[in-house]
């Protein structure tokens, strides 16, 4: 029997590609893995109603952890009208199956280490080195929205809340409601994964993420929480900023930030404006991790525009694959990974066309094999 059991979801699109390029590596590597395939994405969501079928849930609760590709997602009412006929009419809602996972797995660090590989032309700057800690099951990715607002919620909200008074005003068909829920307790142990982080990767500061200035309730807590969390760790500097102030920030004085912490739906935006800096999506990867599961994959989507042409760059899935090995404590696997991966972006021979070449997805997971 192998010794990990991993599941393989590659999902939609380039998902399928980016994928098949990581398998590449992982088997140079020779990984003692058992690789169990899983059904997920647009093509089940069309077919049996459910973009994240049961099977695949029972498949990820007997595996040591899982690399995903991506997945395709729309707005609820393209997403109806995609259903095959005999699905249609029945209820069935659509919802992101990469964010279930997240809430049905508890997977609720969302890690995304965003690092300058020298020599990469694609860098904002060499040198910069970030870690993003998002908040993944929380927030207004909670799943409690409304449209049509039911008015018996719009009654009671404008009991509690007076400024929802203009909106009872407006016919419930005409206005959306998305909730953002934050607890206590899922905004300590993000602040506390972020610090926990930076003690063992010996990081100097923590910045957390926030807009507690106008969303006062959902981020005043979040700030307050991780400022409470920072007093364990005195060694290491904490700082906060505002969430439009940071992207600012993190454009000018990149060296200023080293570990970040946001709740969900800022961490989601600092994670692509960090994954830019250091390449664009081709080089973001990113960890959803939990108590007893961890699932990799790269921070983009299934870029359909590309989807099918073996011409996206599979350097973010290959250091997803990176982190994977990290969490399964195969570690001098990951060092030997991360330092292929480097060789190749500072030769600069084998490029993808994000990086201004014409190499194809798998010429550049062949290239990193080769180094290996
Ligand atoms: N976790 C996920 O699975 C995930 C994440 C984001 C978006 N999505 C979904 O993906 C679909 C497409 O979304 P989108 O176009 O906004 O975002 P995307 O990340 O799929 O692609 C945006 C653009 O980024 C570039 N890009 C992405 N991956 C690349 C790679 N590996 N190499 C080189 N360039 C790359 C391409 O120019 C692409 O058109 C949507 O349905 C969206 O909902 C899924």
Not at 99 to 114: S, W
Not at 276 to 290: D, H, P, W
């Amino acid at each position: 029997m192998a010794r990990y059991r991993i599941a393989w979801l590659p999902g939609d699109g380039i998902g399928v590609e980016v994928l098949a390029a990581a398998r590449l590596v992982l088997d140079k590597l020779g990984l003692d893995a058992e690789y169990l395939p899983g059904d997920i994405g647009w093509e089940f969501w069309c077919r049996e109603g459910d973009a994240f079928p049961a099977r695949t849930i029972e498949l990820l609760e007997r595996v040591d952890a899982a690399l995903f590709g991506a997945i395709t997602s729309k707005p609820a009412r393209s997403a109806a009208a995609e259903l095959s006929p005999g699905l249609q009419g029945k209820g069935l809602t659509y919802r992101s199956p990469i964010v279930r996972m997240r809430q049905l797995f508890d997977l609720y660090i969302c890690l995304r280490p965003c690092k300058a590989y020298p020599g990469n032309r694609l860098n904002f700057k060499e040198g910069i080195d970030l870690v993003v800690f998002r908040e993944n099951t929380e927030d207004l990715y909670a799943g409690v929205e409304f449209a049509p607002v039911p008015k018996e919620l719009a009654d009671t909200l404008v009991k509690f809340a007076k400024p929802f008074a203009p909106f009872t005003k407006i016919p419930p068909d005409q206005y959306a409601l998305s909730c953002k829920i934050n607890t206590r307790a899922g905004c300590e142990r993000i602040a506390r994964a972020a610090f926990e982080f930076a003690r063992k990767h010996r990081r100097k500061k923590v910045t957390v993420v926030h807009k507690a200035n106008v969303v006062r309730a959902t981020d005043g807590l979040f700030l307050e929480t991780a400022k409470a969390v920072a007093k364990d760790f005195p060694e290491i500097d904490v700082d906060d900023a505002n969430i439009d102030a940071m992207t600012m920030w993190l454009l000018k004085n990149p060296f200023n930030y080293d570990v970040l912490v946001a709740p969900n739906l800022y961490g989601d935006i600092i994670s692509d404006l960090c994954a830019q800096m250091v390449g664009g999506l081709g080089f973001g990867c990113s960890g959803n991790i939990g108590s007893k599961l961890a699932v990799f994959e790269p921070t983009h989507g299934s870029a359909p525009k590309y989807a099918g042409q073996n011409k996206v760059n599979p350097i973010a899935t290959i250091l997803a694959a990176k982190m994977m090995l990290d969490w399964l404590g195969e570690t001098t696997k990951a060092t030997t990974l991360e330092n292929a991966v480097a060789r190749v972006i500072a030769d600069g021979q084998v490029r993808t066309y994000d990086m201004g070449g014409t190499n194809t997805t798998l010429e550049m997971a062949a290239a990193i094999a080769e180094k290996l």
